[in-house]
């Protein structure tokens, strides 16, 4: 992303990127190091947004205090003293062209192919896309269809038998 210096480089592969990216963690990331690259190209209106909306997603990355660290040395530099709301920041991104991501279509896509890998037998490759799709929507309900997709290959009497007391 940031190879050899070329922070312009990277911004425009990240941003690429974030059309398509639907993991929490990967879309985080590469806010965050977006949120870099345009600080680097000068581009600080984009950077403040690009942070704000990673900080934002509440991940509790490793990475999350050298961005709060940098948020607030660019925050000095523009004379800011808070982070811009969601609504600005989606604005923000929208008019430098950054995909507010995940796209709905690529939520869409996520979660019909959890559903065609159900349907064709295949419940526990769906296990991921599931949580990723309770992840970005906070739908406590999708944790649970993540355990009936688990308990769906197993043996009933495994199952029940787990349930059963111990006597």
Same mark, same amino acid.
């Given at each position: 992303m940031d190879i050899a210096g070329d922070h312009a480089k990277g911004a425009d592969v990240l941003? !690429?990127? @974030?059309?398509?990216a639907v993991m929490p963690g990967d879309v985080?990331?590469?806010?965050? !190091?977006?949120?870099?690259? @345009?600080?680097?190209?000068?581009?600080?209106?984009?950077? @403040?947004?690009?942070?704000?909306? *990673?900080?934002?997603?509440?991940?509790?990355?490793?990475?999350?205090e050298a961005a709060e660290a940098e948020v607030r040395?660019?925050?000095?530099? *523009?004379?800011?003293?808070?982070?811009?709301?969601?609504?600005?920041?989606?604005?923000?991104l929208n008019k430098h062209g950054?995909?507010?991501?995940? @796209?709905?279509?690529?939520?869409?896509?996520?979660?019909?192919?959890?559903? !065609?890998?159900?349907?064709?037998?295949?419940?526990?490759?769906?296990?991921e896309a599931v949580w990723a799709l309770g992840a970005l929507s906070n739908d406590d309900r999708l944790g649970a269809l993540r355990m009936s997709l688990r308990f769906g290959v197993l043996d009933e009497d495994v199952v029940l038998a787990s349930e059963r007391p111990a006597n």
């Open positions: 941003t !690429r990127g @974030l059309a398509v985080n990331f590469m806010y965050y !190091r977006l949120a870099y690259s @345009l600080w680097q190209t000068n581009n600080r209106e984009a950077a @403040l947004a690009c942070y704000a909306f *990673m900080l934002g997603m509440h991940f509790h990355a490793q990475y999350e040395e660019l925050m000095q530099e *523009m004379g800011v003293d808070s982070l811009p709301d969601m609504d600005a920041v989606t604005h923000t950054i995909p507010v991501a995940p @796209l709905t279509s690529q939520t869409e896509l996520l979660a019909k192919a959890a559903i !065609r890998l159900v349907d064709a037998g295949f419940p526990l490759a769906a296990d």
